[in-house]
């Protein structure tokens, strides 16, 4: 009975699994053999390993936090209202350029008294004076200055703000914040003038002294579009200091004066910065700047004789190239004083020549026949050919 049972299952069993071949083999997955589903399937792999091998086709990239001032969602909601009155100043004074206003005299005192409020940094009185000129009067410089100006003036009242909810910051010391805003107040300076690198690296030394400053940040991220994030708070004036050397002793003393003048602005009671400019001065040619940057360094360093010295013979040098400078402005009113006399003398053309140092080198062999007596003229002719010509002489 129990082999019978036992029979039984396996011919159930049997029956079972000849019907799953048989349903296998009659329902084929496609019309591809093994071997071009084995292939596709190998091509595959490769592709996922070259994907996940490619750092380009990353989705996503750890990115290291350079500031840890976090703000709240209200001074977000400021800053996002800002610039949307940003926009709102672009539409209005891109309307108002459709119709040009010619300058008058009264403008045009108002713009220079404009002019040196920027220069004395007294930037909300010169957004009130530009006011009241229309924008069609301003050239494109002025009409950027002045939505400049504008945006200052939203920084500082979301400044206000900010300050009135979460308090005013007073840890930090006095001069560390003198230095902070006179940094801030030039980076403006610079920002107006329509400048990139400067105005930031400024602002971007600010906040290496002060990593919570709202002002800073704003600025970076409103005038100069660098948000948080897209800028590496680090210690500018060291960089500066260096470039100022390099750029000296490679042979390129004008670039040394803007990294010093650049760090005059970080510590304008230094020395050592001015006493590098006055020779990076001299070394351009600029012979009186150079002194006036060393008797700023001899002031700040009263016991340095050396720079006595230096001023001393700069000085001497600043005379020379002026009595230089004298002389040749005198040698041309004498020439232009005896042209004139004897434009009326009728002269002999001896040669023509087609270059100006042949034609001089000519005159001069003319003049050593003839004698110092002798008027010998070179003249550029209109053909751009010059000519040697002597008075002839009368009968």
């Known amino acids: 009975m129990n082999k019978m049972k036992v029979n039984v299952l396996v011919i159930i069993f049997l029956l079972g699994f000849s019907t799953s071949l048989w349903a296998v083999a009659a329902e084929p997955d496609g019309s591809r053999s093994e071997y071009d ?34 703000t ?53 009185k010169a957004n009130e004076v530009l006011t009241s ?15 400049m100006l504008n945006v200052f003036e939203k920084i500082a009242a979301d400044q206000a703000e900010n300050e009135r909810q979460f308090g005013k910051d007073e840890s930090l010391d006095q001069s560390v914040m003198k230095t902070i805003k006179r940094l801030q107040r030039q980076a ?26 709202y002002l800073s940040k704003q600025l970076l991220d409103r005038c100069l579009q660098l948000p948080l994030g897209s800028y590496q708070v680090e210690n500018i004036e060291k960089k500066y200091w260096n470039n100022s050397l390099i750029e000296l002793r490679s042979g390129f003393p004008s670039k040394s004066v803007d990294s010093l003048q650049m760090l005059a602005n970080f510590d304008p009671e230094n020395p050592m910065i001015f006493e590098r400019m006055g020779s990076a001065f001299y070394m351009s040619g600029q012979v009186k700047k150079a002194v006036e940057a060393w008797k700023r360094a001899l002031y700040l360093s009263p016991e340095r004789n050396d720079l006595k010295k230096f001023i001393v013979n700069a000085e001497k040098e600043v005379e020379r190239q002026e ?12 020439k232009s004083d005896t042209g004139s006399v004897q434009s009326d003398v009728p002269m002999q053309v001896l040669r023509v020549v087609n270059d100006s140092n042949t034609a001089f080198s000519y005159a001069q062999e003319v003049r050593q026949q003839l004698g110092k007596g002798v008027n010998v003229v070179v003249e550029e002719l209109d053909n751009g050919k010059w000519a040697v010509k002597v008075p002839i002489k009368k009968k």
Do not use: W
């Not at 926009?87 to 119709?99: Q, S």
């Not at 009264?106 to 909300?124: A, D, H, S």
């Open 133 to 147: 000129i229309p924008i069609g009067a301003l050239n494109k410089k002025q009409r950027r200055q002045k939505k």
């Open 37 to 70: 589903e084995a292939v596709e399937l190998e091509s595959q792999d490769i592709k996922k390993e070259d994907v996940v091998d490619t750092p380009e086709t990353s989705l996503e990239q750890p990115v290291e936090s350079l500031d840890t001032f976090d």
């Open 72 to 124: 709240d969602n209200l001074s977000k909601t400021v800053v996002q209202d800002n610039r949307s009155d940003d926009v709102a100043v672009d539409v209005m004074m891109t309307d108002d350029l459709e119709t040009s206003v010619e300058l008058d005299d009264e403008m045009i005192e108002v713009l220079e008294e404009y002019e040196g409020l920027i220069k004395r940094k007294q930037f909300t």
């Open 323 to 334: 009595k230089l400078s004298k002389a040749y402005f005198d040698s041309k009113k004498k």
């Open 188 to 213: 403006k300076v610079y920002i107006l003038e329509g400048r990139t690198v400067l105005p930031r690296d400024l602002l971007i030394q600010s906040l290496y002294l002060d990593r919570k400053n």
